[in-house]
């Protein structure tokens, strides 16, 4: 007990024998200094203590209300603000542990990190003081030194943990993500000298750590989140420009109806909704700290419906798929399947892990915005998303085994032209993201690593674009098939043509079809022979078995077998991404963090380049 | 023990181990009296407690400005360790920040959704196989 105190209690202890007229609050000591007692709804004021850092030509203050209580205030900042007497200069000249000794860079940094009066940004100082707690909680509990020789004590040297370290060594770690322009990829040094003390800085005579190489390239790796972050945004908006223009053509042009392209419009709706709340996400949350820092409701709700869209979209491939799987390997006839259940699986489960999501987020990890993607709750997302991909990819490779057998026991040219499919497709697949195989990590170079950024980045924002322009819009196939609708359309306006779905006629020159991938297998004996079809250029197949099969056209081979190839592949390279975010999540500084979880939605737009022409003509004339 | 605040002065060009004493005296005192007022199952609670251990660190920085020592050093571990011996030794040790919910919540939490798909996208399945078959 201090000598202050004890005399406080002293005097207390005499004034409990007065006899007072009205309320007041009594005496009380508050660690610092002791309260006269005092009547209600009066100030009390006296001088600050004589302590290090205080003034004591300063007054404290402190107000004793109507019933008599003292009112307190919870921080002693509030209480003795008026004590504190350091000046800025003061905290110039000291350099803070281990950041560097240039007082000019240091201002920012040292300002917040040294003066708790000076506004601090609140969640760097909580992350400090947690860092601090665990770092001394660690200390007491881990054992002692057991090894023989020198070493340096275990420390805390203001922002980082170290461990006892033997003597002459070098010790490293990440840096801490406290500040925005801390790059916690790289490493912080120090070093445990020969005689078992820590490395002081000769200037200073400090114990330091070396904590330069954390903002030595930041500016650098900002610059490039930013441009990155552009060319997100471009490329999501190019996708749903090119989806937009899709979908207008799948509903304009009603002769292209069908249970097939429903699913297809179905599937380009969630894309460009996807794409939508990315893009909404990243320019109204990412980029913007003043919304986290608020953490509206807002934003969580937005994020909610990100995930959502999310599943949306994986789910729609995966009917896409299940759609494929039950049309061509469970034996079909071009009879229409009900598609509610698809809707439901589509549009409505999706709502079931993003609900669960947001009920965990909030109840576990709600962070502001739920921005953080280091949270293992994420998979409550992406584990279905992913079951879903390997699901679908399963259908696929089923669905390509069954082309590739039925293809082969035909003993046709098809071999030549799967051979050309096989090609396109190997064309395609650097386009679409396998490149994700070979490359599965970033390089830890970092000049090697940006330039992987960027390839993987223009690859996946731009590659659509390019598909689809080298495919569809400069493909002669393509051009006299838009020249073809457009005349048909002309001619036939007003006609509803649902020939190349139901089960008539094969003339081909009615309608070209792109979408039936109707692989009929009759169940008589007659199935080998179906398909006769293809010549090189013509994608129709011509049954001729002698009896007039009940699909009109049917497109087989390189049309559905290439896409089927990519959706396997797509879907593949899809799932390497999200296994790639993950260790990614590692490896990020902190403008990364929400950066690149959105990047990965891009490899989708490829794909849905692709499908969206519907000119795979079947029918080529 | 107590240093007189005429002492203090004279202490003004270099660190000594007074420090220790100093925080010990004035900074520990404040920090008791808060968690005093805490209930001691509070003390683990990192809500209650935030505010004070920041206190608590802002003063042994303030006294370590005023008596030109640099902080932290070794005075202040020790001094920490003391603390953290005394009022957290049987706190959990995963630090306050969010955190993961542990194992036996997230597996759960992950493991059901993932059952769910699968077993809806069976169910869709099996639907389309039917309604294929009742051609």
Redesign the interface.
Known sequence: M??S?YKCLELLGRDGSHNKTGSFCSRFW???LCWDETPAGNFASQNCP????FDPLEKVTKYCDESGNWVHS????KTWSHC?T?SKE?IKT?PV?GFLETETELDPTAESQ?S?VVTQKVEE???I??????C??????DQPYNKSGPYC??????WLCWDDTPAGTYTSQNCPNYFPDFDSTEKVTKYCDETGNWFRHPE?N??WSNYTLCIAHTKDKLKMAYILYYMAIVGHALSIVSLLISLAIFFYFRSLSCQRITLHKNLFCSYVLNSAFTIVNLITVVNNPKVVQRNPIGCKVLHFFHMYMLGCNYFWM??EG??L??LIV????A?E??LH??Y??GWG?PL??AS?HAV?RKK????NCWM?VD???L???H??IM??LL?NLFFLLNIVRVLVTKLRDTHRAESNMYMKAVRATLILVPLLGIQFVIFPWRPENRLAGEIYDYIMHILMNYQGLLVATIFCFFNGEVQGTLKRQWMQYKTQWGQRRREHCSTRSTSYTATSITEVPAFMYHHDCNSEHLNGKQTEDSELVALKTGETYNVQSLCVGKAVSVEILLKALFIFSTALLLGVETQRKQKKIQTWDAFFFFFKCHSKAASVRLLSHPFWACGHK | MLIGPVNLSVLTTACSSHYGNVIEEFCLAKFKLDMEVLDQRQWCSWEDTVESYGELTNCTFLVALKMNCFWPNRMVDEFFIRVHRHYFHDCSMSGRLLHDPPNRILGPFIVVPILVTLLMTALVVWRSKRSEGIV
């Open positions: 201090t000598q105190q508050d660690g610092l004589d302590y290090p850092s919870s921080s002693i900042n504190l350091f003061k000291l542990h040294v708790p100082r909580k992350k003081i947690n860092g601090q707690y665990k001394f909680e660690k200390m007491n509990r004590n275990r420390t805390w040297d203001g200073t400090r114990t995966l009917c299940i759609y799987h039950t469970v034996a079909v006839f009879e399947q009900h259940w698809y439901l699986l489960f079931v892990p669960i965990a576990y990890f709600d962070d953080s949270t293992h709750l998979y409550v997302v584990g279905p079951a879903a699901v």
